[in-house]
């Protein structure tokens, strides 16, 4: 299975702060790599797809980029409905594996 | 907009058969190109994915549970449904049902949307 490790596990940050997340691949996974947000209580929803790509109705102020083992996820001024947390997901191999996820609270 | 529904038992005895359905509305589950999928979480083992079928019948399981695994389409009733066998404690988690497609032209994949999840504890 490839084994995707997010980094950090969780931080604290402030609204308007601009925050970062990786997510690691065990191998090289081309840019086959999702982007997801949970909110408390809800399902994880869909941010990012192929690594960059901006799901329709997902604010311009997310973005993904990387290819191969190493991505990020951007934010890029956080706004109060982003406290959440993030997982990332590659789609390059079955199973399909998840990070471990990130946890963004308020500072 | 295609919106999703678990529904089923949240108390399975252990090595009995745990079953759900995910209803579909919004969208048919017959419209090609996606892949009916079950996804479920735990503290334990954060998010893992179970598996999905297509309405042509091309399954893919986690190699994990496959021998306890069954993932069917119900195209009449626009559901499909998730059967675990012989299941244990380490079963307990929050299943969701889930989506599964692609960009177009392309097999970079996705999974939206999802189900609000539906809990179910392995106990005796």
């Known amino acids: 299975d490839i084994q995707m490790t997010q980094s950090p596990s969780s931080l604290s940050a402030s609204v308007g702060d601009r925050v970062t997340i990786t997510c690691r691949a065990s191998q090289n996974i081309k840019k086959y790599l999702n982007w997801y947000q949970q909110k408390p209580g809800q399902a994880p929803k869909l941010l990012i797809y192929a690594a960059s790509g901006l799901q329709d109705g997902v604010p311009a102020r997310f973005s993904g980029s990387g290819s191969g083992t190493d991505f990020t996820l951007t934010l890029s001024s956080l706004q109060p409905e982003d406290f959440a947390t993030y997982y990332c997901q590659q789609s390059y191999d079955i199973p399909r594996t998840f990070g471990q996820g990130t946890r963004v609270d308020i500072k | 907009q295609v919106q999703l529904q678990e529904s089923g038992p949240g108390l399975v005895k252990p090595s009995q058969t745990l079953s759900l359905t995910c209803t579909v509305s919004g969208g048919s589950i017959n419209s090609g190109g996606f892949w009916w999928s079950w996804i479920r979480q735990s503290p334990g083992k954060g998010l893992e994915w179970i598996g999905y079928?297509?309405?042509?019948?091309?399954?893919y399981y986690n190699p994990s549970l496959r021998s306890r695994l069954a993932i069917s389409l119900d195209t009449a009733k626009n559901q499909f449904s998730l059967s675990l066998t012989s299941v244990t404690a380490a079963d307990t988690a929050l299943y969701y049902c889930?989506?599964?497609?692609?960009?177009?032209?392309?097999?970079?994949?996705?999974?939206?949307?999802w189900g609000q999840g539906a809990l179910v504890t392995v106990s005796s």
């Open positions: 079928r297509s309405n042509d019948g091309r399954t």
């Open positions: 889930a989506r599964g497609g692609a960009v177009a032209g392309t097999d970079y994949s996705w999974f939206d949307p």
